[in-house]
Nanobody
Framework: QVQLVESGGGLVQAGGSLRLSCAAS????????MGWYRQAPGKQRELVAG???????NYADFVKGRFTISRDNAKNTVYLQMNSLKSEDTAVYYC????????WGQGTQVTVSS
């Protein structure tokens, strides 16, 4: 059974940092492209960052230069380092494959106060 367990969210002031983690019990994790997504209240879920099996990364324009996605295949874990956080980054953050192929986990809430 596939499980995606996100953690690391919290309340932070604007300009602060958080590091999110996602433990993924997905078969052959190392060859899968993974992504971090977010959903703000009243908005659709959107892709924030992706990383392929070779470590190549891509970012949405609104996080470029501030967020960094990485992965540890030995731990079946993907990370999202978020720096210079803005109030508009407030959302529930989720991980999944990229494109998303599995049921969503519970996500982790990130709240940025201005």
């Amino acid at each position: 059974q596939v499980q995606l367990v996100e953690s690391g969210g919290g309340l932070v002031q604007a300009g602060g940092s958080l590091r999110l983690s996602c433990a993924a019990s997905i078969g052959i994790f190392s060859i899968r492209s993974m992504g971090w997504y977010r959903q703000a209240p009243g908005k659709q879920r959107e892709l924030v960052a992706g990383i392929n099996s070779g470590g190549r990364t891509n970012y949405a324009d609104f996080v470029k230069g501030r967020f960094t996605i990485s992965r540890d295949n030995a731990k079946n874990t993907v990370y999202l380092q978020m720096n210079s956080l803005k109030s508009e980054d407030t959302a529930v953050y989720y991980c999944n494959t990229n494109p998303a192929a599995f049921s969503w986990g519970q996500g982790t809430q990130v709240t940025v106060s201005s």
